[in-house]
């Protein structure tokens, strides 16, 4: 007995290639290059948006290049020293994209989870995400 007689056939699958293209996802994988990562690397909208998005009128002197370095440099050294398994979590300063009332806001520690799984065609790929998704 298949899978597809028990439960029936695929009402609808998302692909990864689907939430690249609707933004659901951020294909790093240029800059993930440099930082020596051999495989496709993406930030889910929520991590990219927590860790790497500015707005260049802030104060502090950052920007998206350095900040997206930040979290794959600690992304990559996270995975070199992972035991095994398919999910690491690894932590990067950062500083807050709100202006809290403050002439220059203070980096905060944050936490992120790097996953490496199957691509559309099975195919090894990374996914960095904030540790509640999925």
């Not at 051999?38 to 860790?51: C, F, M, Y």
């Not at 997206?68 to 690894?90: E, K, S």
């Amino acid at each position: 007995m298949s899978i597809e007689n028990y439960f029936g056939s695929v009402i609808h699958s998302r692909t990864r290639e689907d939430a690249l293209a609707d933004g659901d996802l951020v294909d790093v994988s240029h800059m993930a290059r440099e930082a020596r990562f051999r495989i496709p690397v993406a930030l889910t909208k929520a991590a990219w948006a927590e860790a790497v998005e500015w707005d260049d009128d802030r104060p502090e002197p950052q920007d998206e290049d350095g900040r997206l370095w930040d979290v794959l440099y600690m992304a990559g050294i996270a995975a070199g020293n992972a035991p095994g398994g398919d999910r690491v979590t690894f932590r990067v300063f950062r500083i807050p994209n709100e202006d809290r009332g403050r002439q220059w806001n203070e980096a905060e520690l944050i936490e992120l989870a790097l996953h490496i799984g199957p691509g559309d065609e099975a195919e090894p790929v990374v996914t960095i995400m904030l540790p509640r998704e999925d």
